[in-house]
């Protein structure tokens, strides 16, 4: 009776550990983050060991066999179980922040900051301003919720810009104005509007969700036959993304300006990156501008797409992705990290903290507003987006390094709230398997285009404002890196 106790005890421990091991093998096929041919050898190598647990824990009678037998099964079933819930937590995490193909515009209802009405149903008979041109669709859909929640058609007076769309309610020609926030932080850059939130009052807003259009789901929708260049930078060795960095403590939010604007170029197979920053006030035609020049930080305004198409006209090239990050997340993220090493190309302060020229290791709070600052320095805009490529290169660099495994969680958590792209779980699965299987290191370059500081009336306001003139001579050296890139070449950057 005690043999056959003892061999139940054995197959129990054998039979459990072989369920855990067949779990975490089927949790790392599920990820697809590992390669196939090194999840088969991981999964070669849990079968021996599980023969070898059989083995030893089978008779009980031999105790030194047994008791070994069940410290291994224990101690590696506890570093499945672990390895296995982390492993989740990192496909859960990428699950949310990739593969999002649509965003929100929040489109604010406004009165004067003395008006009584305290709720959308108290301006009921109200006359509704509206942009005749800018934001239509967004508006248009909003002035459909707000028919339909009040229950009766409303009265609608024009207005060319929206200076003019803000005076028309302060002189009281309209009872409210509906206004896409993103438009707020636009008109408190103009003169005489400085302090437009203390006179106006949001009493509704409503969430418009639209599809992001970009060259691949154009692609798609049109069942086209041939292979694009979209579908050839999706899925072959060439990457274009749009990297669109936005300063908001509150999250990631949905067509709002765009702070930081690089295009990222990357081979695959010649492991060449190339980082090209474009100042935000660069003043260039937008891609539903009719030709207009405005500044490159408001078309972020009409929605990521608009930014990637006017990025892929100023370079002649098409950006089929796009990837956002939000820099107040960062803050969460850098701590959990222990802080990183950013680069200064300057000696400043500023918000009570002091860069040294060359390395400073930097906390959450200190590498925001080191990648905040710009009136520190004589580049202004163009230094600020050094700055910013600087932090970001910061984080790479130390999340490659062990320190990511001591607040894996934290580091996980903070993700959620500071990236997205459109780019799928399977072709970011893709890209790191290719990185485990072919190793290797990655060059690296950055650039920056420049301009020219004048005034200029913009496309997105009714006034003049600091804009920047491109350099011309500074794309044109963009684009030739590009090109290398795209031509399997080592990126050269210019001299001088």
Do not use: C
């Amino acid at each position: 009776m005690d043999r056959e106790k003892g061999g139940a005890a054995g197959k129990i421990i054998a039979a459990i550990f072989l369920l855990v091991s067949a779990a975490f093998v089927g949790i790392l096929i599920y990820a697809k983050l590992i390669p196939t041919a090194i999840v088969a050898v991981i999964g070669l190598i849990l079968l021996i060991f599980v023969i070898l647990v059989t083995v030893l824990t089978w008779n009980r009678h031999n105790i030194i066999r047994f008791i070994l037998g069940t410290v291994l099964a224990v101690l590696f079933s506890g570093i499945f179980i672990v390895s296995g819930v982390y492993l989740y937590k990192t496909t859960s995490t990428l699950s949310k922040i990739s593969g999002v193909e649509t965003e929100i515009a929040q489109v604010g209802v406004y009165v004067r900051a003395q008006d009584s009405a305290d709720s959308l149903a108290a301006t009921a008979g109200y006359k509704y301003g509206i942009i005749t041109d800018l934001d239509r669709e967004n508006t248009d859909k909003t002035m459909e919720e707000i028919k339909e929640e009040l229950g009766a058609e409303i009265q609608v007076q024009e207005y060319r810009g929206l200076t003019e769309l803000v005076d028309g309610l302060r002189r009281e020609e309209t009872g409210a104005v509906i206004l896409n926030q993103a438009y707020i932080p636009v008109l408190e850059e103009m003169d005489g509007y400085e302090d437009i939130e203390s006179q106006i009052r949001e009493i509704s807003v409503k969430h418009v969700e639209t599809v992001i259009e970009t060259l691949n789901n154009q692609a798609e929708n049109q069942n086209a036959g041939a292979q694009t260049q979209a579908d050839v930078e999706t899925t072959g060795e060439i990457y274009t993304v749009y990297v669109s960095g936005i300063d908001n403590r509150g999250g990631l939010v949905a067509k709002s300006r765009s702070d930081v604007n690089i295009i990222a170029v990357a081979n695959t197979k010649t492991r060449q990156l190339l980082l090209v920053s474009t100042p935000r006030d660069y003043f260039v035609p937008l891609s539903i501008s009719g030709g207009v020049p405005d500044k490159l930080t408001h078309a972020g305004i009409y929605g990521i797409s608009v930014s990637m198409d006017t990025l892929g006209m100023l370079y002649g090239i098409d950006i089929n992705n796009y990837f956002r990050l939000n820099f107040g997340g960062f803050v969460n993220i850098i701590d959990a990290l222990g802080g990183i090493t950013v680069q200064s190309d300057y000696d400043f302060s500023t918000s009570g903290f002091h860069y040294n020229k060359g390395s400073n290791y930097v906390n959450g709070e200190q590498a925001l507003a080191f990648a905040r600052e710009r009136y520190a320095f004589s580049g202004g805009d163009r230094q600020r987006g050094k700055n910013q490529m600087a932090v970001i290169q910061g984080v790479i660099n130390k999340a490659l390094s062990p320190e990511l495994l001591k607040n894996y969680s934290s580091i996980l958590s903070g993700l959620q709230g500071s990236f997205e792209t459109n780019i799928s779980y399977e072709e970011i699965a893709r890209l790191l398997q290719q990185q485990l299987t072919e190793g290797g290191s990655w060059n690296i370059v950055t650039y920056s285009a420049d301009g020219t500081g004048d005034k200029q009336i913009p496309y997105s306001m009714s006034q003049p404002a600091y804009v920047m003139i491109p350099d011309y001579t500074t794309v044109d050296a963009a684009k030739e890196m590009i090109r290398q890139v795209q031509n399997g070449q080592t990126i050269t950057p210019p001299q001088g």
